[in-house]
């Protein structure tokens, strides 16, 4: 299903006329479609300013010349640079207290005019709970409300802002964080806090070249859609993909399989064996099991008070109880540096009218999550969930017009996501370079007004 506003934008003479009569259009966003690369930034200019007491300039400015960027550091009072920089960088790991938000402010107000279309704006801080006091708390909790409003303000030209918690000795792992998002793999993620830590081992040496080749990944329900999606874009990057549905959808789980060189697996994950049968298929056809992503799941809406039990039984044991049973029964199977995404959504956030049940679930997966990282640790195995937003599906194509309007509309973007959007998050969060990010909840919604 496509966006009619965002076609109509990209029609010079059409958007012309719509703007004439003050109609608003959303900016076509660049989304990624190519392999990662080492100079994934190649010929970007970044504007990169350090505060007062900035602790992570030597790992941005080492990322910005890895990845091929022109770095173009800046005080917080200069001038706006001559260009159109495609990212803004402030580096906050400094703040202290509510006055040093004055930097941020002057670094912004002087450059985020001359932000390029489709540019990235973010602020690296460190996190709030570990502030020495309640000051330094609200000044780096402040930069979050400053940011998600910045987010507001970008959208109208497809460009986002981000946040960054950095805790300390965390620098390290900044890499592959910023290369994300200031890449047009992040370009429907926009107005979120990102926490950065070192609670799980790193690889000494980091690949963006094929950064999967040799994993294994399982990926359920990925048939078609959002899990299609997904297995492509990580056969893309090198993993070989079990692609896992029902048995109804066994044959298009075989074409998806023969087109990215991996296998295919009919199995219905409420099945009591289910996860014998996925451990079984991963070890005798591709030696073990690196990766896995749990997509499966269902909606079936109704107001509480008229769900009858079929509907309430069928989307709790799909979308959370078979998800745990499942996941338990692998883990021992993962290989060590492994990573497990689950898919969560902002109804399990914000919750939707005639959605008790699927709601329950989405918000069951993020504590399963938060609940289960800090297990893994010890083996190097993240754990790490994505919350889409209104994404353009087989499913929301189903909804109304008018629903499917203000959908897309109310967020920082003002359109829907992609399957894709997600699929490129979902890579994220599998490579080795996400090591830094574990029990967090990336909402992938454009900066959807709810669930905030």
């Given amino acids: 299903m496509s966006d009619f506003l965002v076609r109509l934008g990209e029609n010079k003479a059409a958007s012309a006329v719509v703007r004439g009569l003050g109609v608003p259009l959303p900016k076509a966003l660049r989304r990624n479609t190519a392999p990662w690369t080492q ?71 002087a450059h985020i005019r001359n932000l390029a279309s489709g540019g990235r704006a973010i602020v690296l801080v460190r996190p709030p709970d570990t502030a020495a006091d309640p000051v330094q708390r609200a000044a780096r909790r402040a930069v979050e409300g400053l940011v998600r409003s910045m987010g507001r303000e970008l959208g109208r030209k497809g460009a986002t802002a ?33 926490h950065v830590a070192t609670t799980v081992s790193s690889p000494a040496e980091l690949i963006y070249d094929q950064p999967l080749a040799g994993k294994v990944a399982l990926v359920t329900g990925s048939a078609r859609g959002i899990g299609e999606a997904t297995a492509r874009a990580l056969a893309r990057e090198g993993a070989t993909v079990i692609i896992m549905d029902r048995p109804a959808e066994l044959a298009a789980a075989e074409a998806v399989a023969k087109s990215i ?63 745990i049973r499942v996941n338990e029964a692998l883990i021992d199977a993962l290989r060590d540096g492994g990573r497990i995404v689950c898919l969560s959504s902002i109804g399990g956030i914000a919750g939707n009218v005639g959605q008790t049940n699927y709601a329950a ?22 754990v790490n969930a994505i919350a889409p937003g209104f994404i353009e599906t087989q499913m929301t194509a189903k909804m109304p017009l008018a629903t499917r309007e203000v959908a897309r509309r109310l967020c920082n973007l003002s359109q829907g ?20 990010l574990n029990g967090e909840v990336l909402r992938v919604c454009g900066g959807n007004f709810i669930g905030a």
């Fill in 162 to 194: 981000q946040t960054v918690h950095v805790a300390e000795g965390a620098e390290d792992r900044l890499e592959a964080v910023l290369r994300f998002l200031l890449s047009a793999s992040s370009a429907y993620v926009s107005g979120q806090v990102l």
């Fill in 261 to 323: 060189g991996g296998s295919a697996l009919g199995l219905d994950i409420t099945n009591a064996d289910a996860a014998a049968k996925i451990r079984e298929h991963a070890e005798a056809t591709h030696g073990g099991l690196d990766i896995v992503v749990h997509n499966a799941g269902v909606t079936r809406d109704k107001t509480l008070a008229n769900m009858d039990e079929d509907r309430w039984n069928m989307v709790l044991d799909i979308n959370l109880k078979a998800l």
């Fill in 417 to 436: 996501g992609l399957p894709e959007d997600i699929a490129e998050a979902i890579v994220f969060l599998a490579t080795p370079g996400a090591s830094g």
């Fill in 361 to 382: 679930t989405k918000a069951g997966v993020i504590g399963y999550i938060e609940g289960l990282a800090p297990r893994l640790v010890d083996r190097g195995i993240t």
């Fill in 39 to 109: 100079a994934l930034l190649q010929g970007k200019d970044v504007v990169f300013c350090a505060g007062t007491g900035a602790a992570a300039a030597a790992a941005v400015t080492r990322t910005l010349e890895n990845a091929g960027a022109a770095s173009h550091p800046v005080f917080p009072s200069d001038a706006p640079v001559d260009l159109r920089p495609h990212g803004l960088i402030f580096d906050a790991t400094g703040l202290q207290d509510p006055d040093g938000l004055d930097e941020i402010y002057a670094f912004f107000h």
